[in-house]
T-cell receptor, first 111, second 113 residues
Framework: EPEVTQTPSHQVTQMGQEVILRCVPI?????FYWYRQILGQKVEFLVS????????KSEIFDDQFSVERPDGSNFTLKIRSTKLEDSAMYFC?????????FGPGTRLTVT | GENVEQHPSTLSVQEGDSAVIKCTYS??????FPWYKQELGKRPQLIID?????GEKKDQRIAVTLNKTAKHFSLHITETQPEDSAVYFC????????????FGSGTRLQVQP
């Protein structure tokens, strides 16, 4: 069964550094999402992407964040200048129509 | 925007008993309600979903009910097993799921053998 994959599984970075989180959605899916989950809390929506553009974003997704689909398979989330409060698990998800399937996540630790 | 409330935050049952988790939502435009199971350190895994044109859906030991008038939906797990132990999240969205999911705060279910 196809799954969403994400790399790296764990990223440690210093405050102020840029990070890029990578995702490979399920191949026939057209809708892509990034969510994050701070340890012990609920999953929060960041951004959705369809037809090569952002279709929806939350208040969390400010100018420090960007997304890109650089080729036919990858979907990336960039954080330009990381802050301590960006430490969280970042999940990519993809959907063909309704059901959103999540990747295994990237744990981002900002020190 | 949408707001989803979930109760209880923790639930402990004996193996073989039933478990019920309840959620309420605020946006009457929401029409798609998935449930996710998340084991420690793992991805949220879609276990069942329901659309607003249906009142109940069942898949083996798992069922979900939806009351559109009251804006609440519930997850029912029968004959619980230790492997059902996890955190369960409800979610809601409009546009039959293509839009952002708004998650509840989660229920930690512990099934005692």
């Amino acid at each position: 069964e196809p799954e969403v994959t994400q790399t790296p599984s764990h990223q440690v970075t210093q405050m102020g550094q840029e990070v890029i989180l990578r995702c490979v959605p399920i191949s026939n899916h057209l809708y892509f999402y990034w969510y994050r989950q701070i340890l012990g809390q609920k999953v929060e929506f960041l951004v959705s992407f369809y037809n090569n553009e952002i279709s929806e974003k939350s208040e969390i997704f400010d100018d420090q964040f960007s997304v890109e689909r650089p080729d036919g398979s990858n979907f990336t989330l960039k954080i330009r200048s990381t802050k301590l409060e960006d430490s969280a698990m970042y999940f990519c998800a993809s959907s063909a129509y309704s059901e959103q399937y999540f990747g295994p996540g990237t744990r981002l630790t900002v020190t | 925007g949408e707001n989803v409330e979930q109760h209880p935050s923790t639930l402990s049952v004996q193996e073989g008993d039933s478990a019920v988790i309840k959620c309420t939502y605020s946006d009457s435009a929401s029409n798609y309600f998935p449930w996710y199971k998340q084991e420690l350190g793992k991805r949220p895994q879609l276990i069942i979903d329901i659309r607003s044109n249906v009142g109940e859906k069942k898949d083996q030991r798992i069922a979900v009910t939806l009351n559109k008038t009251a804006k609440h939906f519930s997850l029912h797990i029968t004959e619980t097993q230790p492997e059902d132990s996890a955190v369960y999240f409800c979610a809601a969205t409009s546009d039959t799921g293509r839009r952002a999911l708004t998650f509840g705060s989660g229920t930690r279910l512990q099934v005692q053998p």
